[in-house]
């Protein structure tokens, strides 16, 4: 058998994209609520275009979502009949501290999540919870201007006490950053960063990632103290770069751009940073202001282990000729000729993902947890809401095939798979609904129509064989 016996099979989401809700149980307003569906959304979520309030020209498509406020329990359920073991799930930091800077946190948030834990649990499903998933309370951006402030530091380690102690028995895995390299590239909406005209912005997010980096120790620090049964893991947007040719600039240029994403995971996970980055930095005049005890707190409080999103690979040339670019996540890079692409653009490379695993791997030395992947498509329901979405099992199966390689030919330790939008939700990049990524379709279009009915797509039984089988069956029949 490829995998350990309590490998953990599940699926993925986030707060802000599939629990609505946005103003119930006392909720506070967050940055992540405040990106348009639509032409402006880019500019917002890089912290290039000012939306610190909602306006009535846009669409704001986190406001309500898939509703998951209102209906977690029959959505649990049904990731129970799957046979999830676990539940990957995001915790909006507005609803526990709605302005984020109040020293007493909000009971009617902390309890749904408790509420919501239970259900889990119910189902013996182990929650796996990302503490902020790209959110930050617009409070804090408004009035500390966010992560460039060291005093989120203090307001994030507030959140994680709280939250440590009320949910000690009931979650035992948590990540401290979703995809915390995203913050180079989506600035507003991984870090809640916007950018006055004329700033100096990669001092800015430098100097906001160093805040990040030791808050991140200072949760594990903390969720180590209240129970040592708990398992900290950092969070990278990972995708391993190869070089567009054998050409020594391409295999350089590759590694430079791989280096800028492991950066942070260097840190996270090896407790300093890497040579490369400091001489980088200063090369780049930027000065990185560090307090007493940063160093040590970054040293002995590195993860227990390293989590990430896979989606595809990336490539990089320095061959100016070489521009044709291709959609990703977030950060285009330059077009693969040897793979196809999603809908979307997203180029399909399920080799991609052993490599990555094994980089990884051989990089940290420390357990693996694959917590998202799939693909993102137009499903077409037929007038049950029933899906055919053979696509998604393919790109699926292939996945898991290139994972399974990685374990049982390489050695590769990996803790579980959570597929990404395991029930549709709202987009990140685009803040679509159209770009679907569930087992379970969701009644719900790009403007916010829809009765929000849930219905099983044909690899709602397919997942649920390949858990049942632990991973050993994954074709199509
Ligand atoms: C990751 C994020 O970047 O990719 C998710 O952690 C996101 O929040 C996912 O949804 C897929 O990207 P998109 O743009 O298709 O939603």
Request: hydrophobic share 35%.
């Amino acid at each position: 058998m490829a995998f350990r016996k309590d490998f953990l099979w599940g699926g993925a989401t986030a707060a802000n994209q599939c629990e609505g809700g946005y103003d119930q149980g006392g909720r506070g307003l967050a940055n992540v609520d405040l990106a348009p569906v639509g032409k402006d959304r880019i500019g917002v979520i890089t912290g290039e275009q000012k939306m610190f309030d909602f306006d009535d020209d846009h669409f704001y498509p986190a406001k309500n979502a898939i509703d998951m406020y209102h209906r977690y329990k029959e959505d649990i359920a049904l990731f129970g009949e799957m046979g999830f073991k676990t539940y990957r799930l995001s915790i909006a930091w507005s609803r526990i501290f709605p302005k984020g800077d109040e020293t007493e946190p909000n009971e009617d948030g902390l309890k749904f999540y408790e509420d919501l834990f239970k259900e889990c649990h119910k189902y013996n499903i182990e929650p796996l919870v990302t503490i902020t998933h790209f959110d930050c309370p617009m409070h804090l951006v408004e009035k500390y201007g966010a992560w460039r402030s060291r005093e989120l530091v203090g307001f994030y380690e507030n959140l994680c006490q709280v939250i440590f102690n009320r949910y000690k028995g009931l979650v035992k895995y948590w990540l401290t950053f979703n995809e915390i390299n995203m913050i180079l590239h989506a600035p507003f909406m991984g870090a809640g960063l916007y950018f006055e005209p004329g700033e100096n912005k990669e001092q800015v997010k430098y100097q906001a990632a160093h805040h990040e980096l030791v808050a991140s120790a200072i949760a594990t620090k903390i969720a180590h103290e209240v129970d040592p049964e708990n398992k900290v893991g950092c969070m990278l947007a990972a995708g391993a770069y190869y070089p567009y040719s054998c050409n020594p600039e391409d295999v350089w240029a590759s590694r430079k751009n791989d280096r800028e994403n492991y950066f942070f995971i260097d840190v996270q996970s090896r407790g300093e940073y890497p040579a490369y980055a400091i001489k980088e930095l200063e090369r780049n005049g930027i000065e990185i202001k560090m307090a007493d005890g940063d160093a040590e707190l970054l040293k002995n409080h590195t993860v227990d282990f390293i989590s990430f999103s896979y989606y595809s690979s990336r490539v990089a040339t320095t061959d100016p000729d070489l521009l044709e670019k291709t959609e990703g996540n977030i950060f285009a890079s330059i077009k693969n000729p040897y793979l196809k692409a999603s809908e979307w653009g997203w180029q399909i490379d399920p080799l991609g993902l052993r490599i990555t695993l094994n980089d990884l791997y051989d990089r940290y030395q420390k357990p693996l947890f694959i917590v998202e992947n799939g693909l993102g498509a137009v499903d077409t329901p037929d007038e049950n809401g029933y899906v055919e979405d053979d696509y998604r099992i393919n790109y699926l199966a292939e996945h898991l095939q290139a994972m399974k390689d990685a374990v049982e030919l390489d050695g590769v330790d990996l803790l579980g798979y959570t597929t990404w939008g395991c029930i549709d939700l709202v987009s990140a990049g685009t803040g679509e609904m159209k770009k679907r990524y569930g087992f379970i379709y969701v009644d719900r279009d790009n403007d916010g129509n829809g009765s929000l009915k849930r219905s099983k797509k044909k690899s709602f039984d397919w997942y649920k064989k390949v858990i049942t089988t632990n991973g050993e069956d994954l074709s199509n029949d």
